[in-house]
């Protein structure tokens, strides 16, 4: 039996029913991702997304295995520039960041932080640690990739692979959240 876990925004409008394990727990140091959690951040009452060591967490799963209810279309789509290849979803009923899509990928990558702190995935590695300012300090608990490693493609890849190469699309209604 498959295992199935249910997220919700923080005000249980939206919810996401995940199925299976994740790919992957990681914290991506890219400038993008800070870039964007600093600017969710301005959103009343959005939550932290930055960790102390300018990380923002995330867990990686296969869209396949992800259904999302849209109750009412409060999802809204923010890009840092209208080129972005990135958009990040967000419930807008309470502010909560859900995930972070690339153009044309296989799989989403959920914001941490809508897991109970218990039941949180343990990140398993950092990712663009080059993206950090020099001499900024990181804990040595898991391994510091500077760009994304070869593991870390090659989870996704495996990924990919029992997908049978397929990338589905994520549809919202329209609309851009600006911050």
């Given at each position: 039996m498959t295992e199935t876990t249910r997220l919700d925004c923080r005000c249980g409008r939206?919810?996401?029913?995940?199925?299976?394990?994740?790919?992957?727990?990681t914290e991506c140091c890219?400038?993008?991702?800070?870039?964007?959690?600093?600017?969710?951040?301005?959103?009343?009452?959005?939550?932290?997304?930055?960790?102390?060591?300018?990380?923002?967490?995330?867990v990686l799963y296969r869209k396949d295995r992800v259904h999302l209810e849209d109750p009412g279309s409060v999802l809204k789509e923010l890009r840092l520039t209208p080129q972005?290849?990135?958009?990040?979803?967000?419930a807008t009923c309470c502010n909560t960041p859900l995930f972070l899509e690339f153009e044309n990928g296989h799989w989403l990558s959920l914001y941490a932080c809508l897991w109970p702190e218990g039941s949180r995935p343990a990140p398993e590695l950092r990712t663009m640690t080059s993206d950090l300012p020099a001499g900024s300090p990181l804990p040595a608990d898991i391994p510091n990739a500077k760009t994304q490693s070869f593991s870390f493609f090659a989870k996704l890849l495996g990924a990919w692979i029992a997908m049978g190469f397929r990338a589905p699309k994520v549809a919202i209604a329209p609309g851009a959240l600006t911050v």
């Open positions: 939206v919810h996401l029913e995940l199925r299976g394990a994740p790919i992957l727990s890219c400038n993008s991702c800070r870039e964007a959690a600093e600017r969710l951040r301005k959103l009343p009452g959005a939550p932290m997304l930055v960790t102390a060591h300018g990380a923002t967490h995330f972005s290849k990135t958009r990040r979803v967000v």
